[in-house]
T-cell receptor, first 114, second 114 residues
Framework: DVKVTQSSRYLVKRTGEKVFLECVQDMDHENMFWYRQDPGLGLRLIYFSYDVKMKEKGDIPEGYSVSREKKERFSLILESASTNQTSMYLC?????????????FGPGTRLTVL | AQSVSQHNHHVILSEAASLELGCNYSYGGTVNLFWYVQYPGQHLQLLLKYFSGDPLVKGIKGFEAEFIKSKFSFNLRKPSVQWSDTAEYFCAVISMEYGNKLVFGAGTILRVKS
């Protein structure tokens, strides 16, 4: 079974703090993704990565950055957390074999910014 | 911009009722289509997918979906729902012509009354 794990299920931070969300996958997938999930808006793509040290902006990258130093790990960074970044954050991974494969999701991190 | 529309945000059904959840997407070209499900407290998981071939695809737990290219639709169906189908359902579309990014609908929350 593909396993995508996220470092925390729940996180509470204060406005202005730097926040790190970690994601690890164990299936040697090339592609990794960060989404945020908000009620009535579905999942929106923040950043994705096709390879180590590569990153591309998704639909809502403002206020976020990412890091991918190792193939299995993809980190989402909130440089200065704000209350409008309170959300559920989902990490996903998929293999890269020329087709558009399903993405495998982690359990999510519910972040509250006070 | 590319978009995915799910017709209903909340659906309430009694057990044994039939289910149809609508999904329409806004862009042409070759698309791959997915339905994901998120059970309460669980991570997002794939229900079924369409890449090519028979437009009627069958997924897990008795779900099926029909791709109608002329209507840009990929509706999800189940002839008889169970209480355990209570979950949030997301339609998602990916297209090479539009950056190879998975675009999600807003989600439909299904509650099945026992």
């Amino acid at each position: 079974d593909v396993k995508v794990t996220q470092s925390s299920r729940y996180l509470v931070k204060r406005t202005g703090e730097k926040v790190f969300l970690e994601c690890v996958q164990d299936m040697d997938h090339e592609n990794m993704f960060w989404y945020r999930q908000d009620p009535g808006l579905g999942l929106r793509l923040i950043y994705f990565s096709y390879d180590v040290k590569m990153k591309e902006k998704g639909d809502i990258p403002e206020g976020y950055s990412v890091s991918r130093e190792k193939k299995e790990r993809f980190s989402l960074i909130l440089e200065s957390a704000s209350t409008n970044q309170t959300s559920m954050y989902l990490c996903a991974s998929s293999p890269s074999d020329g087709s558009y494969n399903e993405q495998f999701f982690g359990p999510g991190t519910r972040l509250t910014v006070l | 911009a590319q978009s995915v529309s799910q017709h209903n945000h909340h659906v309430i059904l009694s057990e044994a009722a039939s289910l149809e959840l609508g999904c329409n997407y806004s862009y042409g070209g070759t698309v791959n289509l997915f339905w994901y499900v998120q059970y309460p407290g669980q991570h997002l998981q794939l229900l079924l997918k369409y890449f090519s071939g028979d437009p009627l695809v069958k997924g897990i737990k008795g779900f099926e979906a029909e791709f109608i290219k002329s209507k840009f639709s990929f509706n999800l169906r189940k002839p008889s729902v169970q209480w355990s189908d209570t979950a949030e359902y997301f339609c998602a579309v990916i297209s090479m012509e539009y950056g190879n990014k998975l675009v999600f609908g807003a989600g439909t929350i299904l509650r099945v009354k026992s």
